[in-house]
C-alpha cells in the first residue's frame, strides 16, 4: 500500500500521470531514490561536520528506501589531504572560502576520510544489498558536491549512465546536506533531463550564512519539485 501511495504523490497528479501507477513494479518502474551522503561525519552528533538533526535524517532516509525499488546512495569518499580540507591550506580555517582552477572552494574540517568511522554510513540508515552505491571526492584536487560530476564539471560519476539504462525518469533527492550536496545532486538531475524532486524533511542542511537560501531558491529556480514529506 505504501508503495502504491508513494507513487501518487501531489506532484504525480500535477502531471497528470497518478493512473500510470499501476502495480508495484509499473510505479516503480520509472523512479529512482538518490540518498545522499548520510555518513557519520554528517549524520551523527560527533561527526567532523555534523549538520543539526542528521540523526533524525538517518531514520526519515531509511523510510524511503523502504519504498523504493531502486536506491543510489552517494558516499563522500575523500583521500587525506583532500583540497577541501582546510587542514590542507596553510593559515585557512574551516568556511573560509579559497579560489580554485575551477572556481570557490569552501574549505571544510577534514571529513569522510575513506577508511574511517566518519566515512561508513550512519547506523541508522538502511543499505540494502541491491543498492548501488557512487563514490565520490576521490580525486584529491577536486571537490564533488553533486552525485553526478566532479566541481570542475569534468568527470562524472558514472550515474547519469546508470540511472538513464534502467529507464529511470524521476529521482528523488534525500539526505545531507540540502545546501551543498542534495542541492548540486537535484539540480544536475533536472539539467540531465529528469524530472527532480527533494523531499524537505528527509534533509537537513550545514546553514552557513545564505546557504539554505540559496538553495531554495536556486532549485525553485531550476524547476526542481520541493515536496515537504513523502506521502505516506
Ligand atoms: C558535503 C561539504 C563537504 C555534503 C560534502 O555532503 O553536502 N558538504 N563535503
Ligand atoms: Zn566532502
Known sequence: ARELALATTAADERRGDAGASTGALGAQGDRALLVIDVQNDFAAPSGALTVRGGDGVARACSRCVEA???VVF???YHPAGHESFASAHAGKAPYDEVELAHGTQTLWPDHCVQGTWGCAFHDDLVVPARAM???KGHNR???SYSAFFENDRRSDTGLDEYLKKEGVKRVYVVGLAYDFCVKYTALDAKRLGYDAYV?????AGVAL???MEAAEKELADAGV???ETLPA
Not at 523531499?199 to 534533509?203: I, K, M, Q, T
Open 68 to 70: 523504493f525499488d531502486r
Open 74 to 76: 552517494a558516499q563522500d
Open 133 to 135: 552505491v557512487v563514490r
Open 141 to 143: 584536487d577536486v571537490d
Open 199 to 203: 523531499v524537505r524533511d528527509c534533509c
Open 209 to 211: 550564512p545564505g546557504t
Open 225 to 227: 519539485v520541493v515536496l
